[in-house]
Nanobody, 119 residues
Framework: QVQLVESGGGLVQPGGSLRLSCAPS????????MGWYRRAPGKQREMVAL???????NYVDSVKGRFTISRDNAKNTVALQMNSLKFEDTAVYYC?????????????WGQGTQVTVSS
């Protein structure tokens, strides 16, 4: 079983920055895609940013130019640098990973970390 452990998050003023990090625990897995989703109050969960094992990235339009996703393939860790944060970025952020465990495909999310943008 692959579990994702997130760190970072917290309270920040508009225009501020935060960095989220995520690392998997377990063994015998290969991760293809990693990234972050978020769920704002009263809204559905949405993809924020994804990065493939080859380094290809994908961002939701609302964070382009402000958020940067990075990945360390050797450690299977992923980070999300969030700059110029806005009120509407307030949400629970979930780390995501998809790949294979043994010969079986998997996709999983972390437990989530709260990001609150408030003055």
């Amino acid at each position: 079983q692959v579990q994702l452990v997130e760190s970072g998050g917290g309270l920040v003023q508009p225009g501020g920055s935060l960095r989220l990090s995520c690392a998997p625990s377990g063994s015998s897995f290969v991760i293809n895609s990693m990234g972050w989703y978020r769920r704002a109050p009263g809204k559905q969960r949405e993809m924020v940013a994804l990065v493939s094992s080859g380094g290809n990235t994908n961002y939701v339009d609302s964070v382009k130019g402000r958020f940067t996703i990075s990945r360390d393939n050797a450690k299977n860790t992923v980070a999300l640098q969030m700059n110029s944060l806005k009120f509407e970025d307030t949400a629970v952020y979930y780390c995501y990973a998809a790949g294979t465990l043994g010969l079986k495909p998997f996709n999983t999310w972390g437990q989530g970390t709260q990001v609150t943008v408030s003055s």
